[in-house]
């Protein structure tokens, strides 16, 4: 399978202003929005630079097979096979597995590509055989040409659950086979109280420089990472720079269900909301220009407002944020 495109590589990045040496930075990261950012900052810090803690959240199990579609977009990104027009799956994808299940009744709402396969495939064996999902995210990533560090959340399981008028649908049921089209009354992570943090988590929280909280839905990409026991409380407690980029411009998500997911929680659907649902631990949150007016009252909260492009169209608007916030951390 050819690459979507080169790997763009890194021509400088920032060192510690005392030690030189590079900075340690953790970016906790959802899918499409995350990893557009994730190849700005892989244009500008070594990989080894980066830790990425995945949101495994919308994991599903479609025909028997887990699917990690966070941790899959990310490592398709960096690696360079995503299929840049969806901004998720494989490039140059067939259906043609999915056509045939039809015939057996099997459920095809959900688009698993005939290529992308191999990686569920691949990943549910390992994990049967009791591999553990941090090992198997490791290999997979490693497979794939991904040299940063790619950590899922948790090991366990914890699943976003959304409740309807007709009561709870799992992340996917609601985003792909409802088309979102379902109102929301309820927000859950189920198994998030009996999770842990996968190994490494904590510790690279704790040891970062910075973090950088991608351009992620709040709710259902960033949200089941914070609700992992322990997750939330590493950040508040680490001495790393945190830093957020708002997904919400404008009063609306750049894409996605996020300002209708942010609005049932309780939140205003606004760079606002973005930094009250951070607050107990962000310190700089990037704005879009769009929203300037908005930053007294995220001062006013204590956290230190950036006002810059945030939406990123192609690779030198990835790479212009990615220069942003890591000049905002500098
Ligand atoms: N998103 C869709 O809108 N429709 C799909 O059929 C679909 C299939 C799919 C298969 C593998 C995969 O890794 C991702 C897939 N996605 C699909 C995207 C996925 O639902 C979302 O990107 C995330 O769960 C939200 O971040």
Redesign the pocket.
Known sequence: LERSGPRPRPPRFPRLALTGRPMRIVALA???GAAKLLRGLDALVPPRTLTIVG?TG?DALIWGLH????L??VCYTLGGWIDED????LHGESFRTLGEMVRFGEPT?????DR?LATHLHRTRLLREGQTLTEVTAKIAQDLDVSHAVLPMSDQSVRTCVRGPDGWLG??EY??REKTQVEVLEVNYAGANVALPAPGVVEAIASAHAVIVCP??PI??IGPILAVPGIARALEATDAVVLAVSPIVGGQAVS?PAGRLMAACGFEVSALGVASAYAPWLDILLVDNQDRALTPSIEAAGIRTIVTETVMRGREGEIALARRALEALA
């Open positions: 959802g899918g499409t949101n919308d699917v990690s579609p966070d899959d977009t969806r901004g998720w799956g709402w959900f688009n698993l590509g992308d992340f996917q985003f792909v992620s839905n259902t990409s996605g």
